[in-house]
């Protein structure tokens, strides 16, 4: 695989850093006058989310992270895994671990296309669409001029998330839901 | 900004004519440059000749050679210095008065700054406050310590002196003090400068906005010495697997015939222009940066 010395960082490059898969996010040269360089960088492990504060001397370099990013379709999920599959004709399909899905999974509806992060061709994570549109399975009926909760109440859509929602919604109802925000945006079919 | 480099050269013309230093311009491509372990110069020509890192070594031959004080205005080069505050090219004033030390040397820098930028306070601080009010170490404590704060900052290195390079870089990035001249320099950076009666170097920076913009020294005069710390650069150079600089023939020449007591600085001119209008890039202060250049 390839690396990376540091005059060639800069920000969205992927890069291995203690075994784990980093992004770049900001990189910048610091040297004093008489003194060595260095490169300070901001990185992403893109496993753990977490981000972190690393110097290299200049000269040093990192070994390139095999990372893309893909749009998948969503097939299912066994409870284990959740399955997707390439869009370009391959039909090739990957199955993502729970870490990878952990913000995803409640607003994966089959067939929605999603923007999957792969790492050696592993599920690193899954951003959904940001509107979908879930079946309500599960809410209390609304009682008309119940306004102690502001005029909403909570929904369970067929994907296990909850959503607060109008009073009118009923079960069976399907929502458009901004995946972004977790918020109920409307009602597209009673 | 066109505008504003063009005023500020001009500024700058103004200040050392009032005080009658020589403008002089020396070659942008000699035989010889830096062995500095730390800066690395762009050969060019045939024969190997080099862009100059500084205008330094020229600069001080005609010293030697019998010129009053003077000043040069003009660009340098760094190969591999990019960054917010580094372009590989830059504009270099730097100026030698005789007769100062660099007390005094200090004093003229404050009147400088203090027309491009506005009259201001300048603290100092010293090169031991600097590192141990930030990172609590009293130095000398021994390589240790220097190398866990690095490695606290990120940095994991045995070298005890990149170690140390890093913590005063960031030291001087997080003062508070809007313009700060560091002194008492530890021996092993004392680069041209000499030694004080204390031991330390007698060698200075300004930092404005925790930005560098100044470095000088009460000058090193004697030719031994500055044969012996060039070697010990190409050493340091060997060390670190970079290729040795033959030392400049000339420029000893120059201090065995005599180099008259003085003090030198070098100052970078375009971060103080991007200080003086508040830009957060070198770039936005350039016709065109390095990457557009």
New interface residues.
Partial sequence: MASFST?EFRSGLKVLLEGDPCSILDS???????????T?VKLRNLKTGRV???????GDSLEAADVVETEMEYLYTDGEFWHFMKTDGSYEQVAAAETAVAEAKGWLKEQAACRITLWNDDPLSVVPPNFVELEVTQTDPGLRGDTAQGGVKPATLVTGATVRVPLFIEIGDVLRVDTRTGEYVSRVKA | MLAARAEALAAVRCFFAERQVLEVQTPVLGRATVADPAIESIAAADPKRYLQTSPEYHMKRLLAAGAPSIYQLGPVFRRGEAGRWHNPEFTMLEWYRLGFDAAELMREVAALVDVLLGGGIYERRSYDELLGGRFGLTVPQGDAALLEAARQRGLDTDDANAAADLLLADALAALDSERVFVTGFPASQAALARFGPDGRAARFELVVRGVEVANGYHELLDADELARRMDRDNSKRRARGLDTIKPDAALIAAHRHGLPDCAGVAVGFDRLLALKLGAASLGEVLAFDWRRA
């Fill in positions: 005059n910048e040269f610091v040297k004093p006058g008489k003194g060595q360089a260095f300070r972190w504060d690393r110097t290299f001397r200049s």
